[in-house]
């Protein structure tokens, strides 16, 4: 599959993006004709736009036999309230939302390089909803950013055994 690296992708500042995948994917979905990458990107200070040690979560979407023309699209955390419907409670009701619908189409048509046809639309909003729950769960950063900048230890542990250390581990 060759994507063409061309079609704009980008972040949640507007910049383009020229990579997904790699080192930063929490994980990856495929339903209904669709892959879904649960990702990271690096977020970016917009006054030094430098990167900073923030992180911001992604989901990837690319349908599984794409074309030369076919792109990559990103949807941002504090966009995914705006894809499914919720109730008076304020629970999701697992329904899209008119905006979901209105996006999905317009990315089939922009981003892919198909008609917005009534199946195709279906399957990506589907797809789109069917990895929601997992986004939602997804971590803030990857474990090796959140190991890497952690505070000091609160507490050690030492696990003893007949007098004998077993293990240490500093918390």
Known sequence: MKLNLYNTLRD???RPVI???GQTVHKQIEHRGWVINLEWWRDTDLATMQESLRWA???CIWPLVAGPEAGVWAIADDA???FCAF???DKPTGTPTR???LAAAEALVHTFGRPALAADLTALVDAILHAMPEFVLMPPAPIEARVEHAGQAVWDVTHKANGRVVSEVAV
């Open 57 to 59: 979560r992604v989901m």
């Open 80 to 82: 995914k309230t705006n």
């Open 19 to 21: 990579a997904s995948g």
């Open 12 to 14: 949640a500042f507007d």
């Open 99 to 101: 905006y979901a619908l």
């Open 87 to 89: 109730d008076a409670d």
